[in-house]
C-alpha cells in the first residue's frame, strides 16, 4: 500500500457512520467534515480532530483528500458526485446512488470522464450470512429459482419527516419516494444480488399513517430474468418495527433469513444436510443491531468494508467491488414500483 488516502465526509446525519467506517478502516484517514448544520460540523470535527468545512467547494478544493463519502439528501447524490470527480476525488455515495436511472448514469460517466473510482454503499451484500446465501444460488443449491420474496415492515414516527433534517425524507424531489426508496432499497437490492435481474414490475402504492408526499406503503410483483417470481413489500407504518424477512425457493431447496438470522436452510444437494447444519450453528442464532424502529441502529462494518476496498481499488487501479453501476439496478426497480403504481399497468425493465 502506497499510503493512506485522505477523506472526506459531506452530510452528518448518517454521515456519522461514515466517519466511523473511514476512522476504522486502515490505510484510510479522515481528513474532514462538511455540514451546513454548525451544531452537527463542530462535535464530529473535534470527535475526529480532523477540519471542518461549512461550503462544499471548500473542502473539495483541499489537496489532502482524495476521496469523498457523500451522505447528503439521496436527490442531491449525484450533483455532488460529479462535483467530487470532477475535482478529481474519488468517490462513495450513499444509497441510493442518486433517485432516477438517469441521475445515477450522469454520476457513473463523470467518474469514468475523471478516470476516478466511484463506490456505491449497499453494506448488506458484505454481511456474510448474505455472500453464503449469494453462493448457494449461483452455484444452484437451490435448483431453478422459482420464488424470491422481500419483506420489510418498518415503522418510523412522524417526527422523522419533520424538522430542519427530516424536511427532505417522503419527498420526491429530494427522496425520490418513502419507504421504497429510502428504507426498503436495500431489500431490493439485496434480492437483485441474490437472485438476477428484475424484468416486469406491477405495483400498488399509498400514504397510510404519515402526511407525507411519497408512499410509506408499497407492494409488487417482481418477474425476474431467470423465470422467478418474487413480491416486494416496504413500509414505515408497522408499529414498533418488525424485522426484515427475506425467502428464496427453488426446485431444489430453500432459504429463509429474519434479518441478521439464518431461519431455514434446505437444499436437496448431496450435501444439503451438513450444509445446513454447519448454516444454522454459524447463522441461525446472529443477532444484530436492528434498524426496524431505529432509524440510526445500523452497523458500521459494512461500511467500514467499503471504505477499505475503495482504498485497495485506488492502489490497485481495479472497480470497486461495489461499484455505482452495481448499485444503479436497485435504483431501476423502485422507479419502476412507482411507474407501475402510477400508471396501474406492468412496467417493462429493458
Not at 444452484?140 to 419533520?162: C, D, I, N, T
Not at 419527498?171 to 431489500?187: E, I, K
Not at 431455514?264 to 444439503?272: F, P
Not at 443491531?289 to 485497495?312: K, N, R, Y
Amino acid at each position: 500500500m502506497a499510503g493512506e488516502i485522505g477523506f472526506g465526509v459531506v452530510g452528518l446525519g448518517m454521515g456519522k457512520h461514515h466517519c466511523k467506517a473511514i476512522d476504522s478502516a486502515p490505510n484510510a484517514r479522515l481528513v474532514a467534515v462538511c455540514e451546513v448544520d454548525e451544531e452537527r460540523l463542530s462535535p464530529i470535527s473535534e470527535q475526529y480532530g480532523c477540519k471542518a468545512y461549512e461550503k462544499y467547494a471548500d473542502m473539495l478544493a483541499d489537496e489532502d483528500i482524495q476521496a469523498v463519502s457523500i451522505a447528503t439528501p439521496s436527490g442531491m447524490h449525484a450533483e455532488m458526485g460529479i462535483q467530487a470527480a470532477d475535482a478529481k476525488k474519488h468517490v462513495i455515495v450513499e444509497k441510493p446512488a442518486d433517485i432516477t436511472p438517469d441521475k445515477v448514469d450522469e454520476l457513473i460517466e463523470a467518474g469514468q470522464r475523471n478516470e476516478v473510482k466511484m463506490a456505491g454503499i449497499f453494506q448488506s451484500r458484505f454481511d456474510p450470512l448474505n455472500i453464503r446465501i449469494r453462493q448457494a444460488v449461483q452455484e444452484g443449491k437451490l435448483g431453478k429459482m422459482v420464488g424470491v420474496h422481500g419483506h420489510l415492515p418498518w415503522f418510523r414516527a412522524q417526527s422523522y419527516f419533520e424538522g430542519p433534517h427530516g424536511s427532505w425524507k417522503g419527498t420526491w424531489t429530494m427522496d425520490g419516494g418513502g419507504s421504497l426508496m429510502n428504507q426498503g432499497v436495500h431489500t431490493v437490492d439485496l434480492l437483485q444480488w441474490f437472485a438476477g435481474r428484475v424484468k416486469d414490475v406491477s405495483a400498488m402504492i399509498g400514504v397510510f399513517g404519515h402526511d407525507i408526499e411519497a408512499e410509506d406503503e408499497a407492494v409488487a410483483i417482481l418477474r425476474f430474468e431467470s423465470g422467478a417470481m418474487g413480491t416486494l413489500y416496504s413500509t414505515t407504518c408497522c408499529y414498533p418495527g418488525l424485522s426484515q424477512r427475506i425467502t428464496l425457493f427453488g426446485t431444489r431447496g430453500t432459504i429463509v433469513k429474519d434479518e441478521g438470522r439464518l431461519k431455514v436452510w434446505k437444499s436437496m444437494d448431496d450435501e444439503g444436510e451438513q450444509q445446513e447444519k454447519q448454516m444454522m450453528e454459524l447463522y441461525g442464532e446472529n443477532k444484530e443491531a436492528s434498524a426496524a424502529a431505529d432509524p440510526m441502529a445500523v452497523g458500521f462494518d459494512g461500511h467500514t468494508q467499503i471504505v477499505m476496498d475503495l482504498v485497495e481499488a485506488i492502489e490497485e487501479d481495479r472497480e470497486p467491488s461495489l461499484s455505482v453501476s452495481d448499485a444503479k439496478h436497485a435504483v431501476e426497480i423502485v422507479c419502476a414500483v412507482y411507474e407501475s403504481a402510477r400508471s396501474g399497468q406492468p412496467v417493462h425493465l429493458g
